[in-house]
């Protein structure tokens, strides 16, 4: 990937001229069977765009109350769209059309405003990487456009959900009107995500874009790192599912509260609290032994295996987890 970034051929993003960038723009929207990419620096300012191309100031947003765009970004959807957001609690992330068709409202009473966005996690982060089968999102967006509404796909891991669900990306993100994902994760890059949509959208895209910021120059160097990622990195991402399945079981051996249903794709959540220590404490513990876990949602410390972490760490953290939590070995 430094090699390809070295080699990049760049020119100004800001009037398409990079023609790395161009490259991964069309490729990307193939690979997501929509009009057109823009690439942006990150997950979080491809989310504010599309949410500020999908609706205006006053209007609604329903997401699952845990999800990255109501927990993670600052109020972004609140500042960058003026939206009002009407959250939906799930514990795995998902929710139903039923759950839509309640909350949403059409706006017409003249003091109420208008739910335009609906916007779903795929993979869900807080819930432990959990997938959204392709049926349900289908059904979803089949109520979302009888109701007017446009769908958004958080897909910061898409790629995730594709290769755990067998489903082919384009077949999860048809159904949305806008879809994000982020190369900065499983797959392994310095920086960079890209927004989709239809070319009517994307124009708006680029013009919030430039106004948010995130408009580049020879940003092909950056794009260089994503197109080696889709090259090298996506096939793999079954190999950290299968290391974080198995770093899942190994702790469910030695006894530590873990729910072997949430893991899908790479995280593993700890219930810590369930141990009686608070997540500093079993972080800095952690620490001691070597192994970096980060915070999730309640009392859950979130380990994440990447391309990074090899058969042996896993092996190693499944030894040294139990010891620094003080879980008893068992006999
Ligand atoms: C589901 C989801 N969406 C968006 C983002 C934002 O990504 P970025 O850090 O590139 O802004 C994240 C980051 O963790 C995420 O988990």
């Not at 490729?27 to 979080?44: D, S, Y």
């Not at 939206?83 to 017409?108: C, H, W």
């Not at 790192?225 to 290391?243: F, G, I, N, S, T």
């Not at 092996?315 to 939590?325: D, G, K, T």
């Amino acid at each position: 990937m430094r090699a390809a970034i070295a080699a990049a051929e760049v020119g100004d993003e800001q009037i398409r001229e990079d023609p790395t960038v161009n490259e991964l723009e069309s490729r990307m929207a193939e690979i997501l069977a929509q009009g057109e990419a823009v690439f942006v620096p990150t997950a979080t300012m491809a989310n504010e765009i599309a949410l500020r191309v999908l609706a205006e100031p006053g209007d609604e947003l329903i997401a699952e109350e845990e999800s990255h765009i109501l927990l993670s970004e600052l109020g972004g959807p609140a500042v960058f769209a003026g939206l009002m957001a009407r959250p939906i609690y799930s514990p795995n992330g998902r929710f139903t059309p039923e759950q839509v068709r309640e909350k949403a409202r059409s706006g017409d009473l003249g003091h109420t405003p208008t739910t335009r966005i609906v916007a779903i996690e795929n993979t869900h982060n807080s819930s432990g990487g959990r997938v959204w089968p392709v049926v349900e999102i289908e059904a979803l967006a089949d109520e979302c456009h009888a109701l007017e509404i446009a769908l958004h796909i958080d897909g910061a891991r898409l790629f995730n959900a594709a290769v755990a669900s067998g489903e082919e990306p384009a077949t999860i993100a048809r159904h949305a009107e806008t879809v994000t994902i982020c190369f900065s994760k499983g797959l392994g890059c310095p920086f960079g995500a890209v927004v989709a949509g239809s070319g009517e959208r994307m124009l708006r895209a680029r013009r919030f874009k430039h106004q948010f910021g995130g408009a580049m120059r020879q940003a092909g160097m950056a794009a260089a790192a994503c197109v080696y990622a889709l090259d090298h990195h996506v096939d793999r991402l079954a190999e950290d599912h299968a290391r974080a399945r198995r770093l899942a079981e190994a702790l469910v051996e030695a006894g530590l509260p873990v729910d072997l249903e949430q893991v899908e794709t790479n995280f593993v959540q700890i219930d810590v609290g369930a141990l009686g220590l608070n997540q500093m404490e079993a972080m800095e513990r952690l620490l001691d032994e070597g192994v970096r876990l980060s915070t999730t949602m309640g009392s859950r410390l979130r380990a994440v295996t990447h391309l990074d972490i090899s058969d042996e760490e896993v092996e190693r953290a499944a030894e040294l987890i139990p010891r620094a939590l003080d879980v008893p070995a068992r006999v």
